[in-house]
């Protein structure tokens, strides 16, 4: 894999394993994750919340996926604010655009299903919660719980 530079800094991405599970590292904050075509939903667990924290996923797969992205909080008190975009590639005029947003009542799951080409999440921490931003292309609307 190439480098990706963010301010001026030479960070190489980390890829992703094809598992059932991965848990997020906060030394690797600001650097892209890229996600395989997995061969079974993975379950992401995200560091607990550090003002300045950034991590962003993004697909990188060679067909659509078959699996779920499951990304969760450390804790149950860290919540999810903001939301997606989903676009539907299924739809033959290409103009169902979704937004989706946490409610931010429980909401420490956000499960992007079934992600396809074109899909990237970023996650930044305010030290209290998770600002979700980005665009997930699917069939089916990614969700927050």
């Known amino acids: ?3 990706h530079f963010l301010g001026g800094l030479n960070m190489r991405p980390v890829s992703v394993p094809d598992g059932t599970t991965y848990k997020v590292l906060a030394k690797n904050s600001g650097k892209l994750h890229v996600m395989p075509n997995l061969t079974s939903n993975c379950t992401i667990t995200l560091p607990p919340v550090e003002n300045g ?3 962003e996923f993004m ?3 060679a ?9 969760v909080t450390s804790a149950t008190t860290e919540l999810f604010k903001g939301g997606v975009t989903q676009l539907d590639p299924a739809e033959a ?3 169902e655009v979704v937004p989706v947003y946490a409610d931010f009542s429980n909401d420490d799951t956000f499960t992007a299903i079934t992600p396809n080409a ?3 999440v970023t996650f930044v921490s305010d030290g209290t919660s998770w600002l979700v ?4 292309v699917s069939d089916t609307p990614p969700t927050f719980a």
């Open 1 to 3: 894999m190439g480098t």
């Open 53 to 55: 924290l950034k991590f």
């Open 59 to 61: 697909y990188a797969g």
């Open 63 to 71: 067909a659509d996926d078959a699996q779920n992205w499951v990304i």
């Open 93 to 95: 005029t290409l103009t």
């Open 118 to 120: 074109g899909t990237s």
């Open 133 to 136: 931003n980005g665009f997930v």
